[in-house]
T-cell receptor, first 112, second 114 residues
Framework: GENVEQHPSTLSVQEGDSAVIKCTYS??????FPWYKQELGKGPQLIID?????GEKKDQRIAVTLNKTAKHFSLHITETQPEDSAVYFC???????????FGPGTRLSVLP | KAGVTQTPRYLIKTRGQQVTLSCSPI?????VSWYQQTPGQGLQFLFE???????NKGNFPGRFSGRQFSNSRSEMNVSTLELGDSALYLC?????????????FGEGSRLTVL
């Protein structure tokens, strides 16, 4: 089955700097890759996603890149702000009807 | 539009007891998935229900079970609780079409087993 690895497990950056979180997946059939943000005491919330037919997607300060050949995808957050501090999860899923497999998470701390 | 609602939010049980958790999905969502979240294991998939049928099941013992009702509401049950079952149990719903697959999570039910 699918296996998703995520690095780093913790990341501290200064406010205004960029943050990058990387994930790798094992199943070449996976074609949907979402990123979730989980704030303290809340459930995960989708922040951006990418499908296997595109290589990059941006939404304001957040971007995701996908390398299907290498089977890895990354989350990029620019101009980080204290409210970006949270745990971020990547995930992978294959075709319709298959379950999501999540990475172990990255705790991002943005220092003022 | 109301989000995913999970009840109860917090509960404490003792070893050997059983527990039932409830999840009300977003209106119109027919898929409900359950995840166990622990500090060491991250988000572990328990099972998914779609139109009252279990479509997928994770690698958990038979003590963990679930069901979905005709209104898409779902319950999960854990019998003979063990200390290791202490976790945040998250429910997620999805409209689940072939083009979209976004999961919408509830805030979870935090179970503590003493």
């Amino acid at each position: 089955g699918e296996n998703v690895e995520q690095h780093p497990s913790t990341l501290s950056v200064q406010e205004g700097d960029s943050a990058v979180i990387k994930c790798t997946y094992s199943d070449s059939a996976s074609n949907y890759f979402p990123w979730y943000k989980q704030e303290l005491g809340k459930g995960p919330q989708l922040i951006i996603d990418i499908r296997s037919n595109v290589g990059e997607k941006k939404d304001q300060r957040i971007a995701v890149t996908l390398n299907k050949t290498a089977k890895h995808f990354s989350l990029h957050i620019t101009e980080t702000q204290p409210e970006d501090s949270a745990v971020y999860f990547c995930a992978a899923r294959g075709n319709y009807g298959q379950n999501f497999v999540f990475g172990p998470g990255t705790r991002l701390s943005v220092l003022p | 539009k109301a989000g995913v609602t999970q009840t109860p939010r917090y509960l404490i049980k003792t070893r050997g007891q059983q527990v039932t958790l409830s999840c009300s999905p977003i209106s119109g969502h027919r898929s409900v998935s359950w995840y166990q979240q622990t500090p060491g294991q991250g988000l572990q998939f328990l099972f998914e229900y779609f139109s009252e049928t279990q479509r997928n099941k994770g690698n958990f013992p038979g003590r963990f079970s679930g069901r979905q009702f005709s209104n898409s509401r779902s319950e999960m049950n854990v019998s003979t609780l063990e200390l290791g079952d202490s976790a945040l149990y998250l429910c997620a719903s999805s409209i689940e079409t072939r083009r979209t697959g976004e999961l919408f999570f509830g805030e979870g039910s935090r179970l503590t087993v003493l």
